[in-house]
């Protein structure tokens, strides 16, 4: 199983970008996708998350400015990334779930490689 995320970049605050991870070896319509991102000197936190039922939950501190979604025929999900600020940078992960829509990092069973998001103010 791989899951190879991408898109990552530099953005200036205020700006917009799109994370993919698409999947080989297991297929997103069984899985929860779920996304999680490590800044510096931090611990890796949810951000968040889209169930095979497409039941989606985030993080309050992205609420109303990411959007999980996926693409069940091309077995990738995505992350848009809105209004984007200083505090948003962070190598950010995707991984699988087969056991439902959780928020805990003990709970997905696979993860990507990482994709480096920085936002300059």
């Known amino acids: 199983v791989q899951l190879q995320a991408s898109g990552g970049g530099l953005v200036q605050a205020g700006g917009s970008l799109r994370l993919s991870c698409a999947a080989s070896?297991?297929?997103?319509?069984?899985?929860?996708a779920g996304w999680f991102r490590q800044a510096p000197g931090k611990e890796r936190e949810f951000v968040g998350a889209?169930?095979?039922?497409?039941?989606?939950q985030y993080a309050d501190s992205v609420k109303g400015r990411f959007t999980v979604s996926r693409d069940n025929a091309k077995n990738t999900v995505y992350l848009e990334m809105n209004s984007l600020k200083p505090e948003d940078t962070a190598v950010y992960y995707c991984a699988a779930s087969a056991r439902g829509l959780f928020r805990a990092m003990s709970q997905y069973d696979y993860w990507g490689q990482g994709t480096q998001v920085t936002v300059s103010s």
């Open positions: 070896g297991l297929s997103f319509r069984s899985y929860t």
């Open positions: 889209n169930s095979w039922t497409s039941y989606t």
